[in-house]
């Protein structure tokens, strides 16, 4: 019994040893781009998935890529959410969301105890609001593209409450 019991903790312990050293030695880099490659991409549209694959390749990958997964810290991070918030916060949501996704997938993986991200914070971003067009304004702008190439997705606009990006689906 003795035997066994000994054989089971140094099998254990073999086990966790090969965890900690996959811990240890999982760059951020090529950990990251397999979520975006292998998850996110399923989760979003082509024309989402491509602004979110600039996103992370202008604002997480030169900052992170080199890092070791368990090296990367709330404390670590937060400096450069709070410059990015600063500078460009619309983008700062989404390097937020990003980087809490890709961090979640490697506690999930077993590569990290828990998601620094959870510790980070980032003020919410007043996304500023278009003003109507007045009636007036309204009658100017359609008598100015009468005639125009893109007229009829304008009006489409106009009088849908459709978004540019939302055109061509229409």
């Known amino acids: 019994k003795t ?3 000994s054989c089971a903790a140094v099998t254990l312990t073999q086990a966790e040893t090969k965890r900690y050293e996959r811990q240890a030695s999982t760059k951020f880099g090529p950990f990251a781009d397999e ?3 292998n998850v996110k991409k399923k989760m979003v549209k082509e024309k989402s998935f491509k602004s979110l694959m600039n996103t992370y390749k202008n604002h997480i990958t030169p900052n992170y890529a080199n890092c070791r997964l368990k090296d990367i810290t709330a404390k670590m991070l937060q400096p450069h959410f709070n410059k990015l918030h600063d500078e460009i916060p619309r983008v700062c ?7 809490t996704g890709i961090l979640e997938y490697a506690v999930n993986n077993g590569l990290l105890s828990y998601n620094p991200m959870k510790a980070v914070f980032v003020p919410k971003h007043e996304r500023t609001k278009g003003i109507a067009l007045t ?7 359609v008598k100015a593209i009468k005639g125009n190439y893109y007229e009829y997705s304008f009006l489409r606009m106009l009088y849908c409450g459709v978004r540019a990006c939302e055109v061509n689906e229409v």
């Open 93 to 99: 949501e989404d390097v937020k969301t990003l980087m």
């Open 3 to 5: 035997s066994h019991r």
């Open 35 to 37: 979520y975006m490659q």
């Open 135 to 141: 009636y007036d304004e309204e009658l100017q702008f």
